[in-house]
């Protein structure tokens, strides 16, 4: 099955600096990726998706690229602010009728002041 | 249109004890999930659906069983509950194995 690895587990950043995020995947035919924002006693909530057919997406402060050679692929959060501070989970799946998202482990992200 | 809701919030259990968790949505999604949330173990895949009368097992589905006898609901069940199943319960639907995946607010459980 599949196998998503998450990197940094937690991440520390002033106001104002940017923020990667780090995920490899490890099946070859997943072809979305999306991510999702956790804030403390709250659902997940997806907050920006990419497939296998696009290299980059952003949507204003974020981005996520793809590489799908190296089989990884990365959120972009630039002029961090503290409402960002959250935990960032990415994930990986195929289409098809046994579907389903592989989570990485998250990543707590702080954003100081 | 309320999106994906769980029933109930917050339960507290003795071991031993069974339970029934409701997932509802109102979007007509095709697919259901529910997950379990531990510290430092992110999200974990118990069982899931793929459309009215049907169930697979996920990642960790021991100790759980899932019904799905109407295509907006996803009912997980836990026959003889364990403290190992003190968790945050999470529901996720979609409409298709390639749309975007929408959570409940999830469901704390305490099993003492």
């Known amino acids: 099955g599949e196998n998503v690895e998450q990197h940094p587990s937690t991440l520390s950043v002033q106001e104002g600096d940017s923020a990667v995020i780090k995920c490899t995947y490890s099946d070859s035919a997943s072809n979305y990726f999306p991510w999702y924002k956790q804030e403390l006693g709250k659902r997940p909530q997806l907050i920006i998706d990419?497939?296998?057919?696009?290299g980059e997406k952003k949507d204003q402060r974020i981005a996520v690229t793809l590489n799908k050679t190296a089989k990884h692929f990365s959120l972009h959060i630039t002029e961090t602010q503290p409402e960002d501070s959250a935990v960032y989970f990415c994930a990986a799946s195929r289409t098809g009728t046994a579907s389903k998202l592989t989570f990485g482990t998250g990543t707590r992200l702080q954003v100081t002041l | 249109n309320a999106g994906v809701t769980q029933t109930p919030k917050f339960r507290v259990l003795k071991t031993g004890q069974s339970m029934t968790l409701l997932c509802a949505q109102d979007m007509n999604h095709e697919y259901m999930y529910w997950y379990r949330q531990d510290p430092g173990m992110g999200l974990r895949l118990i069982h899931y659906s793929v459309g009215e009368g049907t169930t697979a097992k996920g990642e960790v589905p021991d100790g759980y069983n899932v019904s799905r006898l109407k295509k907006q609901n996803f009912l997980l069940g836990l026959e003889s509950a364990a403290p190992s199943q003190t968790s945050v319960y999470f529901c996720?639907?979609?409409?298709?194995?390639?749309?975007?995946?929408?959570f409940g607010p999830g469901t704390r459980l305490l099993v003492l």
């Open positions: 996720a639907s979609r409409w298709t194995s390639a749309g975007s995946q929408y």
């Open positions: 990419i497939r296998s057919n696009v």
